[in-house]
């Protein structure tokens, strides 16, 4: 009897190890996160492998309760229960998916590797093994990420150990040489530490504050320079006014995160100010459920939340360069970046605002899901956030 319980206790806690350690926040550990499907493919029975798919995404996305904690100022019951919910998606297929047949579990996999990359389950994506093909495979774009693929097939057949020994040393050698994505040149990220004030302080101070770092950043040769998200805050013919006439005696285009309100909600936005004006240059396609997205208040007639734009705007244009823009939770789930890079843009702008991270993990994965998309697909990346 205890044999029976010693395999799947094993395998629930080897999960949940993989969970913590491949999503720790350090972009070269990613890898670890592929051990996933093995565990997931060696389970004997339904249950076995919904644990193990349990065991994963909840302490891959373990920082979550204590996050939503800060972010609502309540204790930790609220952010438990969501943590709870949004592994629903993630387990329940993984667990519909599961087959003991070997013949065709590698295309079961892939059929629930896709379904969790784009909308709806997609949208609560997380902790996604695909993520690893850009320190496996730098560089190598879309035939990394078929590569990476084909590896997650392989992952799940009898010959598993024999192609977790190919990506081991797909693995290894890039780590040991490791560098980060480069700069766009005249590119400047501004990375801040003013916590939960910024986007809710919207005082004058805060502004010059804001205008003074960009015209320093531009005094060191920058022509473009990025604030993360909600820095400016609401978005108005106001905030207009005085950011253009702040930088109308320089050459400088800020690009900074703002909120656009109406009637019946408001839109996560990045917005491009240079001397000329100001103009929107991107709506979030899809802010954090829950907390952000709200569709369920249309259900009973009620407004606010804001809007996801899921497939819409995938690249901006920043002078004469196409960039691909991801607000925050957009660099924790698949579809965003893959439809981004899609149109070969010439950069990925990230930004987030994660002052209710304190204490977790959650930024840290953000830049490194991040940077390794940025490395898959060869593409200079500019980051800027605040906590």
């Known amino acids: 009897m205890r044999r029976d319980y010693l395999r799947p206790t094993l395998l629930i806690s080897a999960s949940m190890a993989i969970g913590v350690v491949g999503w720790s926040g350090y972009v070269t550990l990613l890898p670890v996160a592929l051990a996933f499907p093995v565990l997931w493919s060696i389970a004997r029975t339904r249950m076995i492998a919904s644990l193990v798919s349990a065991?994963?995404?909840?302490?891959?996305?373990?920082?979550?309760?204590?996050?939503?904690?800060?972010?609502?100022?309540?204790?930790?019951?609220?952010?438990?229960?969501?943590?709870?919910?949004?592994?629903?998606?993630f387990v329940a297929v993984h667990t519909v998916l599961w087959t003991?047949?070997?013949?065709?579990?590698?295309?079961?996999?892939?059929?629930?590797?896709?379904?969790?990359?784009?909308?709806?389950?997609?949208?609560?994506?997380?902790?996604?093994?695909v993520t690893a093909a850009g320190?496996?495979?730098?560089?190598?774009?879309?035939?990394?990420?078929?590569?990476?693929?084909?590896?997650l097939a392989g992952l799940v057949t009898?010959?598993?150990?024999?192609?977790?020994?190919?990506?081991?040393?797909?693995?290894?050698?890039?780590?040991a040489i490791w560098t980060d994505p480069k700069l766009p040149e005249a590119w400047h990220g501004v990375d801040l530490e003013i916590g939960a004030s910024l986007g809710r302080e919207a005082g004058l101070q805060r502004h010059r504050d804001l205008i003074a770092t960009v015209r320093a950043a531009a005094g060191s040769g920058a022509r473009f320079v990025l604030l993360p998200e909600s820095a400016l805050g609401?978005?108005?013919?106001?905030v207009e006014r005085l950011w253009t006439?702040?930088?109308?005696?320089?050459?400088?285009?800020?690009?900074?995160?703002?909120?656009?309100?109406?009637?019946?909600?408001y839109d996560n936005v990045l917005v491009g100010i240079d001397r000329n004006g100001g103009r929107i240059l991107y709506r979030e396609r899809m802010p954090v459920p829950g907390s952000m997205w709200q569709p369920w208040r249309s259900w009973f007639g009620e407004n606010g939340g804001a809007r996801a734009d899921f497939f819409a705007n995938p690249i901006v244009f920043v002078g004469a360069s196409?960039?691909?823009?991801?607000?925050?939770?957009?660099?924790?789930?698949?579809?965003?970046i893959l439809q981004s890079m899609r149109h070969?843009?010439?950069?990925?702008?990230?930004?987030?605002?994660?002052?209710?991270?304190?204490?977790?993990?959650?930024?840290?994965?953000q830049r490194a899901a991040t940077t390794a998309w940025a490395k898959l697909f060869a593409k200079p990346l500019v980051m800027a956030f605040n906590t």
């Open 55 to 89: 065991g994963y995404f909840l302490a891959a996305s373990r920082g979550l309760p204590q996050g939503v904690a800060a972010f609502y100022s309540s204790d930790i019951w609220p952010g438990f229960l969501l943590w709870l919910c949004a592994s629903l998606s």
């Open 100 to 129: 003991g047949t070997a013949g065709i579990r590698p295309f079961r996999y892939l059929l629930a590797a896709v379904i969790m990359a784009i909308p709806p389950f997609g949208i609560t994506g997380w902790a996604h093994p």
């Open 135 to 151: 320190v496996l495979f730098p560089g190598c774009g879309w035939w990394g990420l078929g590569l990476m693929t084909a590896g």
């Open 158 to 175: 009898r010959i598993w150990p024999a192609v977790a020994i190919a990506l081991t040393g797909f693995w290894l050698w890039p780590a």
């Open 234 to 238: 609401f978005w108005t013919p106001t």
């Open 245 to 265: 006439g702040a930088i109308a005696d320089n050459t400088v285009t800020v690009i900074a995160g703002a909120a656009m309100i109406d009637a019946d909600g």
């Open 322 to 336: 196409r960039a691909a823009p991801l607000i925050c939770y957009e660099q924790l789930i698949i579809w965003p």
């Open 344 to 365: 070969d843009p010439d950069a990925i702008l990230a930004v987030g605002n994660g002052w209710w991270t304190q204490g977790t993990s959650i930024v840290a994965i």
